[in-house]
């Protein structure tokens, strides 16, 4: 009999725990305020808002033009990977967007990972093939871990033999977006999936998103919908909410961005 007691609590307690709000949107944006929507969760008395002003910084900068050498041979700076022999520094003012130095990569299959970061938010790079005859495929891929990464391509650009594709041998600025908000992914990196010829890197630059700044309002709405106030205008902000009761909370849903007017 104990026993039944205790499944039955035991399926009670777990079958009735509250989910993560679903739906979660902004709307009526204005210049200093925002309103913010979600689904009603069951069982919830309660909704835990968290808002912070989203903070973008440089986060990578790199030219490629201070690097260390070991037997003469350029270094990619600490925290950088890379595979294949034919993946790395290079030194060709010739080839370079700027400076001396950039990267290259060479073979199919084999790419250039950036350092962790957490929250990257906007890539940029130039870009480049070394020869006007060139027939490949780069592609700029994420992960969470490093080493599985998701199947689809944040950008794919691709080189052709009449040198009219989407790069060229000719420096050209590329920039993608990684993630429109907060996210999982904390690796980014650049992989050649076809062609033998190389390809050029150069002055590759990465933005992210800091959450460790204070909440700006951790307000608690007893209804699936409250306004925000008292905001600046045309800043970035990023949002979450939670559901809560008097004796348990949900986890949080994922982070969101908007800006205001």
Not at 5 to 18: P, R, T, W
Not at 146 to 171: C, F, K, Q, R
Not at 190 to 195: L, N, R, V
């Amino acid at each position: 009999k104990w026993l039944s007691f205790v499944i039955a609590f035991l399926c009670v307690s777990f079958g009735h725990a509250l989910t993560v709000p679903q739906n979660v949107r902004a709307a009526a944006i204005g210049d200093n305020a925002f309103t913010l929507r979600w689904d009603a969760v069951a069982g919830a008395d309660e909704y835990d808002v968290e808002v912070k002003e989203a903070v973008q910084s440089l986060v990578i900068d790199e030219d490629f033009e201070h690097l260390s050498a070991i037997n003469d041979i350029l270094q990619f700076p600490a925290g950088w990977d890379k595979q294949g022999e034919g993946t790395k520094p290079y030194k060709n003012s010739a080839l370079a967007n700027s400076g001396d130095c950039f990267a290259i990569i060479r073979d199919s299959g084999d790419y250039l990972r950036l350092p962790q970061i957490d929250n990257p938010l906007v890539l940029k790079f130039y870009a480049r093939v070394a020869s006007p005859n060139s027939n490949i495929i780069l592609k700029v891929q994420s992960s969470i871990d490093g080493y599985n990464w998701a199947p689809d391509a944040i950008l794919t650009l691709t080189a052709n033999v009449s040198d009219t594709g989407d790069i060229t041998s000719i420096y050209r600025q590329y920039e993608c977006t990684i993630s429109c908000c907060p996210s999982d992914v904390s690796y980014i990196r650049f992989c050649k999936s076809y062609g033998r010829q190389t390809v050029c890197l150069d002055d590759i630059q990465l933005t992210a998103i800091d959450l460790s700044t204070p909440n700006l309002s951790a307000s608690a709405a007893t209804s699936n919908a409250v306004r925000l106030t008292d905001l600046s205008p045309e800043t970035a902000y990023v949002f979450r909410v939670r559901a809560s009761n008097s004796s348990e909370a949900s986890e949080y849903s994922a982070w969101q961005l908007l800006t205001t007017l």
